[in-house]
């Protein structure tokens, strides 16, 4: 069951309780305990010195490796040379990661909420979801299979992505209006990929949607320098850890154990502090 929290109000010298709606945070207290400063590391981020106001070099490595989790098979160099000095590639080679890259974009310049997020999946799938399952919750049950066929996970039911995702917006919308420490927000930018991908809502794209959820919070917390983060890169070389992490949690979406979360929740400042 979802967790009560109690936050401190900065400036106002009071305690506020909130009951969570689906978020688990009772693993809070220990990622605080076993998590090492962060803002040093999280302050010396700074931008590419191949960026220009046309493009964004930490954009293109999120878009390129979370596009290679999903299977995409691209360099990140053939795409800087692509996206950055224009050198043509196969259409077919690109245009995924240049959907996602959009997405991004969209993100660094658009309010977090269930709208935004909608519209990010709406770009992001453009080539791999027809038009009426692009930006909408889907409709019919979710299993995600391994590369022989076994039956790994079983998403949320249809019938109960509505009300999840609305619990998820509650929460998350809650959390937009207060003021969180570096490491909180690490801990429930964490915590939001990782509930929103076992809700698994849409169709596909919903990795892809996570990683950038994530992130996109933390730009919203903490600023510009959460875009220049390489989360994305670290989940793609940790990609074995990052699918057992995820899978420890169980097969089924209404029996999933979050006491079992916390090294999933760690990989996100391992992304920071080994980068």
């Known amino acids: 069951m979802p967790a009560a929290i109690t936050f401190v109000q900065p400036g106002a010298n009071k305690m506020e309780h909130r009951e969570w709606k689906i978020l688990p945070t009772h693993l809070l ?17 700074h931008d590419a010195e191949l960026s220009t106001p046309d493009f964004h070099f930490y954009r293109a490595v999120a878009s390129v490796f979370s596009s290679r989790i999903e299977g995409e098979d691209i360099e990140l160099d053939s795409y800087i040379r692509h996206k950055r000095f224009g050198i043509a590639f196969s259409p077919d080679y ?9 997405a991004y974009s969209f993100a660094a310049e658009t309010p977090l909420n269930e709208a935004g997020l909608l519209n ?7 080539h ?21 066929g076994r039956i790994e996970y079983v998403a949320a039911l249809p019938a109960h992505v509505p009300a999840a995702t ?4 509650d929460d998350l919308d809650y959390l ?7 490491q909180e927000a690490f801990f429930f930018a964490a915590l939001l990929h990782l509930v929103w991908v076992k809700i698994h809502p849409f169709s596909d794209g919903n990795g892809r949607s996570a990683r950038l959820l994530e992130k996109w919070f933390l730009a919203h ?9 390489q989360s994305e890169k670290h989940y793609y070389e940790q990609h074995a850890t990052y699918y057992r992490q995820l899978r420890a949690l169980g097969l089924e979406y209404e029996i999933l154990d979050y006491s ?16």
């Not at 990010?120 to 453009?126: I, K, N, Q, V, Y």
């Not at 916390?262 to 996100?268: A, I």
């Open 94 to 102: 690109t245009r995924k990661i240049d959907d996602l890259y959009a």
């Open 176 to 182: 937009m209006q207060r003021k969180l420490e570096v």
């Open 128 to 148: 791999f979801l027809p038009a009426a399952r692009r930006g909408k919750y889907r409709t019919e049950p979710i299993f995600v299979t391994t590369p022989d």
């Open 120 to 126: 990010a999946h709406t770009l992001l799938s453009r």
């Open 221 to 229: 917390h903490l600023g510009e320098k959460a875009w220049f983060l």
């Open 29 to 45: 207290s220990d990622y605080l305990a076993l998590t090492p400063a962060l803002s040093p590391a999280f302050e010396a981020l």
């Open 260 to 275: 079992k979360a916390l090294p999933f929740l760690q990989l996100l400042p391992g992304s920071l502090l080994q980068g």
């Open 166 to 169: 609305t619990c998820f917006f």
